[in-house]
């Protein structure tokens, strides 16, 4: 087997890997809770639904599962696919951006500027709730979160492009400022905080799919989605930017349109994401890098490699944080850090050591 036939096998290997895990994690997140539904009752249900047309009318043994299957646990699953996708995806885009396997989706200061909204909403906006309709007015954390990770794209944007172009190093030190400002400003709001607001942000800040929603789903589903459809066209302008910005010119790509579409849409995936579910640490770090380790790093097959990983990898978090201290439920983001955070510091004394090597 010559090495271009060996890569490929590779390749094949390591996508299927993620691919067989994602299917576990599913199915474990469908089962395991208060009320275990195993494998083969899910099946049994799964087919009850589809040969009544609908849970109206479904046997009485079908009917406890059933409920539980489609109101709590599928958009559960759902949206925690869909978030650890999304992060995920937003990493190694970034990473590749700025040919750094240490980046991710909290670098240019999204989820700084997100959470400052979400506290500003849950601090100074009961004045505002009680004027808005009700289903709006419970969705104006997750939609303040949003509009704050957006704004700060946009400014971070206009610091960094000058002269139709857009300067990387600029841009990742304007992310740190801006990052910087929003946690000043998220801790003075805290400091203001009544007891009840603390509680509620400290929860929000830690990660949780406890309140996903069919309704929250939809709303956050496009924008996770426009990063997934534009990754097939940034693949092969993340593998020619790896050779540097003048190299990927002088092959034909549109560096600064590069830039700007995986700008927005590394912003408004991480921003649905940080809305959804909080701020959720570490799996748009390490699921690319494990995807490039196991893999190699070219972006066609690394990018929707490291979603479906993501997804995975959030799934099993989220199995882990709802029975490791069963009745209670720890914040997702808890059991993120605790995984995340040794792999990171392995990765850092793996590339340290390549330095002095």
């Known amino acids: 087997m010559d090495g271009a036939s060996a890569a490929q096998v590779t390749k ?5 890997a993620a ?22 009752r899910l099946g049994e ?11 109206a009318g479904l046997p009485a043994e079908f009917v406890r599962d059933a409920t539980i299957l489609a109101d709590i646990r599928a958009p559960r699953t759902v949206l925690g ?7 995920a995806l937003a990493g190694a885009v970034m990473q590749g951006m700025f040919r750094n396997p240490l980046a991710d989706p909290g670098l240019i200061g999204v989820s700084s500027g997100a959470a400052f909204a979400a506290v ?18 419970e969705l104006g954390m997750p939609l303040a979160a949003f509009a704050g990770g957006l704004a700060t794209t946009l400014l971070l944007a206009r610091i960094a492009s000058r002269d139709g172009r857009t300067e990387i190093a600029v841009m990742l030190l304007a992310g740190v400022a801006l990052g910087a400002l929003s946690a000043a400003g998220t801790g003075l709001l805290v400091f203001t905080a ?43 302008g993340l593998d020619a930017v790896a050779l540097g910005e003048r190299a990927a010119f002088h092959v034909g790509i549109d560096v600064e349109r590069l830039k ?7 912003a408004a995936a991480v921003a649905a994401a940080v809305a959804s579910a909080g701020t959720i640490g570490f799996v748009g770090l390490a699921a690319p890098h494990l995807v490039r380790l196991a893999i190699g790093p070219g972006h066609r097959a690394l990018l929707p490699a490291s979603a479906v990983l993501g997804a995975a990898l959030l799934l099993l978090s989220d199995v882990a944080a709802r029975t490791l201290a069963t009745p209670a439920e720890l914040p997702i983001g808890v059991v993120t850090a605790a995984f995340g955070a040794p792999f990171f510091l392995w990765l850092l ?6 330095m002095v090597g």
Do not use: C, Y
């Open 12 to 16: 094949f290997s390591g996508v299927s």
């Open 19 to 40: 691919i067989a895990l994602l299917v576990f994690a599913v199915v474990a997140s469908l089962s395991i809770g208060p009320v275990a539904i195993g494998p083969t």
């Open 45 to 55: 249900v799964f087919n009850a639904i589809v040969a009544n047309g609908g849970r």
């Open 81 to 87: 696919a869909l978030v650890g996708a999304a992060m």
């Open 120 to 137: 500003s909403w849950i601090v100074l906006g009961e004045g505002v709730a009680h004027l808005l309709p009700q289903a709006l007015a």
């Open 194 to 236: 009544r007891d009840d607001q603390l509680r509620a942000f400290l929860f929000w800040t830690l990660g949780s799919l406890g309140g996903a929603t069919w309704f929250k789903i939809a709303l956050a589903l496009p924008f996770m989605l426009a990063l997934g459809l534009a990754a097939p066209f940034l693949a092969r």
């Open 260 to 266: 700007r579409v995986a700008v927005v849409g590394v």
């Open 349 to 354: 004394m793996r590339r340290r050591g390549r």
